[in-house]
């Protein structure tokens, strides 16, 4: 990435509240829960620490902006499972391999515990990192770190809150049978 690119973002409601979305050129760097100017310190500290440079700018028409909106639209609506939004992924090579697994080893419906997911990365005595990655993720609902609970069974920690992430969790029961578009 040229880091002296731009990020575009933009603030939106959803059933659950005000989200984020925060992009560039390449991708969508960040989906979060609650509004711009709320988040803005995160944002400056979260810059700084991957060196992006980029000036943040308000453009709710950018192409990842409006694409990201639109599929957490018909996500909300019942309509989407999956997410095509291409994402541009700012962390450590083993928060990127949780993140993945995430995307790819846990549907819509669905919940894995951190060992489960640490398992599924063959890095089964890493649960306390995946943890630690998991609650890092910087793309609210898209990687769906809402979908992993812990090994009791039990709700845990969740950026959005654990409100937010049981009723995501809730919502996805209810349509985990519906047929989608993608």
């Given at each position: 990435?040229?880091?002296?690119s731009?990020?575009?973002?933009?603030t939106?409601?959803t059933p659950l509240?005000a989200m984020?979305?925060?992009a560039?050129d390449?991708?969508?760097?960040?989906i979060?829960f609650?509004?711009?100017?709320d988040r803005?310190?995160?944002?400056?500290?979260w810059?700084?620490?991957h060196?992006l440079?980029?000036?943040?700018?308000y453009?709710?028409?950018?192409?990842y902006?409006?694409?990201?909106?639109?599929?957490?639209?018909?996500?909300?609506?019942g309509?989407?499972?999956?997410?095509?939004v291409?994402?541009?992924?700012?962390?450590?090579?083993?928060?990127?391999k949780?993140?993945?697994?995430?995307?790819h080893?846990?549907?819509?419906g669905e919940?894995?515990?951190?060992?489960?997911?640490?398992a599924?990365?063959?890095s089964?005595?890493a649960i306390?990192?995946v943890g630690?990655?998991v609650?890092q993720?910087p793309?609210?609902i898209v990687?769906?770190c809402?979908r992993?609970?812990?090994?009791?069974?039990?709700?845990?920690?969740?950026?959005?809150g654990v409100?937010?992430?049981?009723n995501l969790?809730?919502?996805e029961?209810?349509?985990?049978?519906?047929p989608?578009?993608?």
């Open positions: 990435m040229n880091h002296r731009f990020l575009y973002y933009d939106f409601d509240g984020t979305v925060l560039n390449e991708g969508v760097c960040r979060d609650g509004h711009y100017e803005l310190a995160s944002y400056q500290s810059k700084k620490k060196f440079k980029g000036e943040l700018v453009d709710p028409e950018h192409k902006v409006v694409q990201t909106k639109h599929e957490l639209s018909e996500y909300f609506a309509n989407r499972k999956e997410f095509t291409p994402l541009n992924c700012y962390g450590t090579d083993f928060q990127r949780v993140w993945r697994t995430l995307l080893d846990v549907p819509f919940t894995r515990s951190y060992k489960d997911i640490a599924a990365m063959l089964p005595k306390r990192a630690g990655a609650n993720n793309f609210a990687v769906p809402h992993v609970i812990g090994s009791n069974g039990k709700l845990v920690g969740y950026a959005g409100e937010k992430k049981q969790l809730n919502f029961k209810e349509y985990h049978s519906v989608h578009q993608t």
